[in-house]
């Protein structure tokens, strides 16, 4: 999800969205982090990903928080950060917590630059205390354990076995096995500049992912390594497909099961803006890319565009506006007046753009559609994900639940789920370029120039394949996955 989503997203914004007269209630946002370091190795954020996701959070306060925001949130505090109209929640592992609290900085910046009367207070003594770090404001963050039932819902496809059975199962498929050879001439010129990451038969469509991130973490962040753009679109185009592919399947709904604790996760807390009448206003949910890539599949977004297969960039989010479509200075009585409107942002560079959900046409729902649609896709309580995922460790043991447990269905929708068993469209790299042996001027770039990750802590040793990645890899696919 390059630069052809960039161009659609465009167009989009210019046709879709209408001018807005109406009043924004609550909103929910899910993230995913910034730049990173290699996954292969004990990778961290980036100075450059802190950025993103700060800048990311930064729009958002522009358009729901601050005193001009034209579409600020009713009653949102403009300045300072108010825990009781927040809900933050990342999983408990260090890139997704780093991003809550810098997206946060942007949303809530130091109040000193805000607002000095609010960074200031005033003692019995007639002296004046301030708070440290000119009035840095600490949010709240719910960091959610791997073994509480509230993480399934931002990181449902961790520790899900028949997630993983499911996903596993793509390699046994007649696309898997003949990509996997019509591009082992195209992955072989890459084994030389590989050659102290990875063992040469490991550089093949079978590590997808883990080749496409060394060499485009190589390629943002070490001068001395520059993979041609139509090698490394080519690599992205790979891994893009391999990844999607995991996570969403319309014969194998299990695959997509993150995307639907996802679903479940961002409806509980609208509801809760409901239920608390508007006095909670924004949720913010920080996670991985193989969760949009599911959540992308059961919500029918690959319908809309192909380009929905791509992965995300970095800082790309989500969000859902609850609004009404009159003017009001206090919370609907009725919520057969809430509308909900779907936006989706690639990236720190991409337009916030309006996108039809469910396979409709239209891009807003009335709550109560919006409400059936979700519900029918969504899974809504940690019992029924322990059953879905036919385990009993952890938390689910708690529970009582056998690993073999009937569970309520979520598989279903009121319109059929776009499959992604055809290959998404080659749009910058040709297809019939795919296994073609092309020489590349590589092998200058010599094995020690790979050491562009910023490694920190011991090298793991070379990935067998994408599903056996470090034990605090961000893969996101519940194969082992801990950040994204």
């Known amino acids: 999800m390059h630069s052809s989503i960039a161009k659609l997203f465009a167009v989009v914004a210019a046709v879709l ?110 002296s004046d205390s301030y708070a440290p770090l000119n009035g840095y404001q600490i949010v709240h963050l719910h960091g959610e354990a791997p073994e509480a039932p509230d993480t399934i819902w931002i990181k449902g496809d961790d520790g899900c076995p028949a997630l993983t059975s499911a996903a596993t199962m793509y390699e046994q498929s007649s696309e898997y096995l003949s990509t996997l050879d019509s591009s082992r001439g195209f992955y072989q010129q890459f084994t030389e500049v590989l050659a102290n990451n990875l063992p040469a038969a490991n550089v093949t469509y079978k590590n997808a992912f883990t080749v496409f991130d060394l060499l485009n973490v190589a390629n943002i962040h070490n001068a001395s390594v520059s993979v041609p753009s139509d090698k490394l679109d080519q690599l992205r185009y790979y891994s893009d497909a391999s990844e999607f592919a995991r996570a969403y399947n319309r014969t194998m709904p299990d695959r997509a099961i993150g995307g639907m604790t996802l679903i479940g996760g961002l409806l509980q807390q609208l509801n809760q803006t409901i239920s608390s009448k508007g006095q909670q206003k924004m949720a913010l949910f920080f996670g991985s890319y193989m969760t949009f890539f599911a959540f992308f599949g059961i919500t029918n977004l690959t319908d809309f565009s192909p380009d929905f297969k791509g992965c995300p960039n970095y800082a790309s989010s989500i969000a859902f506006e609850l609004y009404t479509e009159q003017n009001m200075t206090t919370f609907p009585s009725n919520t057969n007046d809430l509308r909900v409107r779907f936006l989706f942002k690639n990236g720190t560079d991409g337009s916030l753009s309006e996108v039809p959900l469910f396979g409709r046409k239209e891009t807003t729902l009335s709550w109560t559609d919006f409400n059936t649609e979700s519900n029918a ?70 094995a020690a120039a790979i050491f562009f990750f910023v490694r920190r802590g011991k090298k793991t040793g070379p990935a067998a394949s994408p599903t056996k990645r470090t034990a605090d890899s961000d893969s996101e696919s519940g194969r082992g996955s801990k950040a994204g």
């Open 17 to 126: 969205t209408p001018v807005i007269a109406d009043t924004i209630h609550g909103v929910a946002v899910f993230t995913r982090h910034g730049d990173r370091t290699a996954k292969l190795y004990k990778y961290h954020t980036t100075n450059l990903g802190y950025s993103q996701v700060k800048d990311v959070g930064a729009f958002y306060r522009d358009r729901y928080v601050k005193k001009d925001a034209a579409h600020q949130i009713l009653g949102i505090s403009a300045d300072q950060y108010q825990e009781s109209q927040l809900w933050v929640s990342a999983p408990d592992q260090t890139i997704h917590l780093e991003s809550g609290y810098n997206f946060f900085e942007g949303l809530y910046p130091p109040l000193e630059g805000l607002n000095m009367a609010l960074a200031n207070q005033k003692l019995n003594n007639g």
């Open 377 to 446: 896709r969504a899974i809504n309580s940690a019992s029924v994900w322990c059953a879905r995922c036919k385990t009993s460790a952890g938390f689910c043991s708690q529970r009582g639940i056998a690993p073999d447990s009937t569970f309520a269905s979520a598989t279903t929708s009121a319109t059929p789920i776009a499959t992604c068993d055809k290959k998404p469209k080659l749009t910058l790299a040709q297809a019939g370029a795919i296994g073609a042996m092309t020489t590349l001027g590589l092998v200058a770039l010599a």
